[in-house]
Nanobody, 126 residues
Framework: QVQLVESGGGLVQAGGSLRLSCAAS????????MGWFRQAPGKEREFVAA????????YYADSVKGRFTISRPYAKNTVYLQMNSLKPEDTAVYYC???????????????????WGQGTQVTVSS
């Protein structure tokens, strides 16, 4: 079992930045690939970014590529999502999720994430 707790959400103006954190506890965190997802009101949850358990491989949705960065510092049970150049359309509840990593570079598809946090609200005003 992996427990995930997100933090760092808030209200920011368009063009601003936020850094989300996801603290993990429980089973061997280092064996899990991590992802960030978001869900806006009235919309389905969508993939944002993912990082392999080694940290050596990352993958981003086209809508955030070049603006968001996912990271997981070595030996820390935390994953970060640095969000720059925020836009009103980035407004959503952001969730982190964990999926067992089949290899050090494995990026799981969205349907393989087994553990989810409770979410943190990000609101970008225009």
């Amino acid at each position: 079992q992996v427990q995930l707790v997100e933090s760092g959400g808030g209200l920011v103006q368009a063009g601003g930045s936020l850094r989300l954190s996801c603290a993990a506890s429980g089973r061997t965190f280092s064996s899990y690939a991590m992802g960030w997802f978001r869900q806006a009101p009235g919309k389905e949850r969508e993939f944002v970014a993912a990082i392999s358990w080694s940290g050596g491989n990352t993958y981003y949705a086209d809508s955030v590529k070049g603006r968001f960065t996912i990271s997981r510092p070595y030996a820390k049970n935390t994953v970060y999502l640095q969000m720059n150049s925020l836009k009103p359309e980035d407004t959503a509840v952001y969730y982190c999720a964990a999926a067992y990593g089949r290899s050090s570079s494995y990026i799981p598809p969205s349907d393989e994430y087994d553990y989810w946090g409770q979410g943190t609200q990000v609101t970008v005003s225009s």
